[in-house]
């Protein structure tokens, strides 16, 4: 043996060759060795093994490949490789915390109309009927009270249009005497205009006014007044005084600086106080109709209304509940699981494979 190996080292074309297949053995092993089946996976035979030490009889293998209908970030993997699951056993989750507050909602929803529906079918108790007399009660007095001060703040908003700078204007020929001074504040309701005239009198020269209120007064530089309405009248007796002068007072004085705000706030206080006493008078009407549901009877098309919530709030619960399940891989029946491939926190995307199951 001895005497071979001396003679083969001396023979090089007989060394490469037994190199080569030498090398090609140990590549051989090695290459099976870095491809052999993964942990986290069973060879057929494997699971075929696995399947029938569980039954005496060999059964047919069913392979799997099971993933999350919704897309998502997953929340919890609860299986790992080899694990033996029962039928809807949970295997993985996604995050679904806004699917959670909206399933919470919708039973409560679901809840409060069949609390209703059985409202309608038992009528009203007593406490009930007391609740909605209190509030039609409440809803009458707050229509008074709400009319009478919106009245307020648009009569106080109509006197300031009305005396919006109140000024006496000349309509005679004659320009040598100025217009008479009004003083005072004009307290009565009414629009229109004063018609001023002087004319001679016994006592010197008078003035006859007529319009919104008819008399006369001694022209006079000492404030009279001008009828009954708040308004004083007075003259500049260092001018020439004659008969036959006319002047008139317009109520409001278009004319005035401050007459388009004060017609302004006074347009608003009248859109306020309709929108206000109108809105009152809907909560008193809504009232009322809530005590007459209460106090009547259950008609048939009550009973159906409520029927249709009830129905109405069922199937959206019912479509949240199937938008939850989404987000949940179920075991389909008793088996094991045979490949694991995502992890806590990756992103699934819908109907994509995650989990490979072997049925039992």
Do not use: W
Request: with cysteine.
């Amino acid at each position: 043996m001895k005497n071979f190996f001396k003679s083969f080292i001396h023979q090089p074309k007989k060394v490469i060759t037994v190199s080569l297949i030498i090398a090609i053995v140990i590549g051989i092993f090695g290459y099976i060795s870095i491809h052999k089946v993964p942990t986290n996976q069973f060879t057929k035979t494997q699971l075929e093994i696995m399947t029938n030490s569980n039954n005496n009889n060999v059964s047919t293998v069913k392979n799997l490949s099971l993933g999350f209908l919704s897309g998502g970030r997953i929340k919890t993997v609860l299986v790992k490789v080899g694990d033996r699951v029962k039928k809807d056993e949970v295997l993985a989750t996604l995050d679904a915390l806004n699917i959670d507050g909206a399933l919470i909602q919708a039973q409560a929803v679901y809840e409060t109309a069949k609390a209703n529906y059985q409202k309608v079918i038992n009528g009203a108790t007593g406490t009930a009927v007391d609740i909605a007399k209190a509030a039609v009660n409440t809803a009458e007095v707050n229509l008074k009270e709400v009319t009478k001060q919106q009245e307020i703040l648009v009569d106080n908003a109509y006197k300031t249009l009305l005396n919006s700078s109140i000024q006496a204007q000349s309509i005679s020929d004659y320009d040598a005497y100025d217009v008479p001074t009004v003083s005072g504040t004009y307290t009565c309701n009414k629009e229109g205009f004063y018609n001023i005239k002087t004319y001679g009198s016994s006592g010197g020269i008078s003035v006859n006014y007529s319009g919104l209120e008819e008399g006369t007064l001694l022209l006079t530089d000492v404030p009279r007044f001008l009828g009954n309405c708040g308004l004083f009248l007075s003259f500049d007796k260092t001018k020439e005084l004659l008969p036959g002068l006319e002047f008139n007072i317009q109520i409001p004085n278009k004319s005035a600086i401050n007459y388009n705000l004060n017609n302004n706030a006074y347009q608003l206080a009248s859109q306020t106080k309709e929108q206000a006493v109108a809105l009152a008078q809907a909560t008193l009407d809504q009232a009322n109709a809530s005590l007459q549901s209460v106090v009547a009877s259950a008609r048939p098309e009550d009973i159906a209304q409520a029927q249709a919530q009830v129905d109405n709030a069922l199937g959206a619960l019912q479509i949240v509940r199937a938008t939850k399940n989404n987000t949940t891989i179920l075991a389909p029946s008793d088996g094991i699981i045979t490949a694991v491939s995502i992890t806590p926190g990756q992103i699934a995307l819908p109907n994509t494979p995650a989990i490979e199951f072997l049925g039992l």
